[in-house]
């Protein structure tokens, strides 16, 4: 499994405001940039806190990316996956209509109706007591033969990934605003590291259109 995380900030570091709504940070070229990401991957994964503000569909939007994937014997969109420990995902997000297939990982908290609710628009992965056991989430998505994943958001999620060990890559485009808020969402939020940060190998530094895209690799700890 390759796991790539992909997220737009502004140059201060944050991934939206302190409303939590979403932000146009990144331009058109970046969008067709995320765009062949996805078409590129197996799975789309966000946190439920992404879907609550955002309601993103998660779908590849270029046609021609779409027909390039039915043309190797792909799906038209890859799957999408949300991570949501007591399945607060709503019935009519987005992410849970039949355009393409849609995990929804859990952890033991999630009710049974609340489950029984969610297992009528997505498959359910049950993974962890509290939250969501990411390695074992993925684990299950690997059985699943989704191997090419695409991390998208927001920063609660990003931060886990990284303490689990799950990333190997990270591209960021970096964009032209100043957002500011102590409160507002960064890239890496959660506890935070105090010791055994992550190290990161920059491997490529480009300009897209008004912004740069930074794309990290992660160093063995
Ligand atoms: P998030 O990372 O999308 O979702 C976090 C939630 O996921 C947690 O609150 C938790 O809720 C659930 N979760 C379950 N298991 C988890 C685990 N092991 N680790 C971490 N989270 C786990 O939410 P966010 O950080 O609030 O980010 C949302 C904000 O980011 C929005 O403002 C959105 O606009 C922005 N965003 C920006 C970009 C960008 O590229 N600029 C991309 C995506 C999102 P439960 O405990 O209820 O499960």
């Not at 849609?102 to 628009?121: F, G, P, Q």
Request: overall charge negative; some cysteine.
């Amino acid at each position: 499994m390759h796991v790539v995380v992909n997220a737009a900030m502004s140059a201060d570091g944050k991934l939206s405001s302190r409303r939590r709504e979403q932000i146009a940070i990144s331009g058109d070229e970046d969008f067709a940039r995320m765009d062949r990401l996805r078409a590129d991957s197996d799975a789309v994964v966000v946190g439920v806190g992404t879907v609550l503000a955002d309601d993103p569909h998660l779908t590849v939007k270029d046609e021609s990316l779409i027909d390039e994937r039915r043309d190797r014997g792909e799906p038209a969109h890859p799957a999408r996956v949300v991570v949501d420990s007591t399945g607060r995902t709503p019935l009519d997000a987005a992410v849970l209509d039949d355009t393409a297939t849609t995990y929804v990982c859990t952890s033991e908290r999630a009710t049974i109706d609340d489950r029984m609710d969610l297992s009528n628009r997505a498959e359910l992965v049950t993974a962890g007591d509290d939250r969501v056991d990411l390695l074992r989430a993925f684990a299950t998505l690997q059985g699943q033969g989704l191997e090419r994943i695409m991390v998208e958001g927001g920063g609660e999620l990003i931060f886990s990934l990284f303490e689990a060990g799950l990333v190997d890559e990270l591209r960021v485009f970096v964009g032209p605003k100043v957002i500011g808020g102590r409160d507002a969402p960064t890239l890496a939020d959660g506890e935070g590291f105090v010791a055994d940060f992550p190290i990161l190998e920059l491997e490529s530094l480009e300009r897209v259109g008004e912004g740069a895209l930074l794309t990290w690799r992660t160093a063995e700890r």
